[in-house]
T-cell receptor, first 114, second 111 residues
């Protein structure tokens, strides 16, 4: 049973460019959340998708957008990249909306903006 | 809003030493509490969880008790091993269903 998979593993972009990161949730999971983890920091919540809709959003600008597909996979898009967007982007999935449902994380995509 | 404050590291211990990593939280309602661990080059893995007051989560010799009166969820292990070297994150999941993480504590265990 595959866990959460993310692609690509590493990415280098230039300021002002746009990037798309992809995530496949763990089998049976229907909810996908995205996090940004700067070096030496804890993950910061970007947004969560459920039933192809953005359900919750953290304190990130509109340059960060996403999508969830009917098969529950998800994309994170970042427009007009800034140097400060360099980070590890983590995707996490869960299978229900109950409070005791833990998140299962992928290994992340390391984005470097130059 | 909901938040987690975690003891900052780094923490360096000798093998078989006792470990405590402090975590306190601020939340409305009755959140669920988690500890995640991140080994070098890997994603976060769930270590343990507690979903209501006085619950004790445990796994791999690690324990944490959900203390509502002190809004705390401190992580403990009686005897750490070199293989426990990692970054540990305390996290909270509130009624709005998003997970909030602390800044992480890097633990290094020396033989």
């Amino acid at each position: 049973d595959a866990g959460v998979t993310q692609s690509p593993t590493h990415l280098i972009k230039t300021r002002g460019q746009q990037v798309t990161l992809r995530c496949s949730p763990k089998s049976g999971h229907d909810t996908v959340s995205w996090y940004q983890q700067a070096l030496g920091q804890g993950p910061q919540f970007i947004f969560q998708y459920y039933e192809e809709e953005e359900r919750q959003r953290g304190n990130f600008p509109d340059r960060f957008s996403g999508h969830q597909f009917p098969n529950y996979s998800s994309e994170l898009n970042v427009n007009a990249l800034l140097l400060g967007d360099s980070a590890l982007y983590l995707c996490a999935s869960s299978w229900d909306t109950g409070d005791n449902s833990p998140l299962h994380f992928g290994n992340g995509t390391r984005l470097t903006v130059t | 809003g909901n938040s987690v404050t975690q003891m900052e590291g780094p923490v360096t211990l000798s093998e078989e030493a006792f470990l405590t990593i402090n975590c306190t939280y601020t939340a409305t309602g009755y959140p669920s509490l988690f500890w995640y661990v991140q080994y070098p080059g890997e994603g976060l893995q769930l270590l343990l969880k507690a979903t209501k007051a006085d619950d004790k989560g445990s796994n791999k010799g690690f324990e944490a008790t959900y203390r509502k009166e002190t809004t705390s969820f401190h992580l403990e292990k009686g005897s750490v091993q070199v293989s426990d070297s990692a970054v540990y994150f305390c996290a909270l999941k509130g009624s709005n269903n998003d997970m909030r993480f602390g800044a992480g504590t890097r633990l290094t265990v020396k033989p």
